[in-house]
């Protein structure tokens, strides 16, 4: 069973900026793609940056593009953000899957769910 640990959210200044790191527990074929989702109350949970662990090809959605930016690292992945706005608050997901179904929301293709991570920007 793979289990993935986030860390890093907090509080944070519009304008500002923070690093996410997720830790998978093992490496396989089928945690190959491994990404960053997040949702907000009420809404659908979005794509925000995924990672190949192989190719180290990385794939943003429209809440990811611009401003932040996806790495991989040792045993997991990272997540820079900058230039965080308030409307970037929401609890940040890491999940890892063997394939990217990027326009298949809510889990996109992943398998493995890590339990959160909330980021809150203040205005």
């Known amino acids: 069973q793979v289990q993935l640990v986030e860390s890093g959210g907090g509080l944070v200044q519009d304008g500002g900026s923070l690093r996410l790191s997720c830790t998978a527990s093992?490496?396989?074929?089928?945690?190959?793609?491994m990404g960053w989702f997040r949702q907000v109350p009420g809404k659908e949970r979005e794509l925000v940056a995924v990672?190949?662990?192989?190719?180290?090809s990385p794939w943003y959605g429209d809440a990811g593009k611009g401003r932040f930016t996806i790495a991989n690292v040792k045993d997991g992945i990272y997540l820079h953000m900058y230039r965080l706005k308030p409307e970037d608050t929401a609890v940040y997901y890491c999940?890892?899957?063997?394939?990217?179904?990027?326009?298949?929301?809510?889990?996109?293709?992943?398998?493995?769910w890590g339990k959160g991570t909330l980021v809150t920007v203040s205005s």
């Open positions: 999940a890892a899957g063997s394939v990217l179904r990027a326009g298949d929301p809510p889990n996109y293709g992943m398998n493995y």
């Open positions: 093992v490496r396989t074929y089928s945690t190959d793609y």
């Open positions: 990672i190949s662990r192989s190719s180290d």
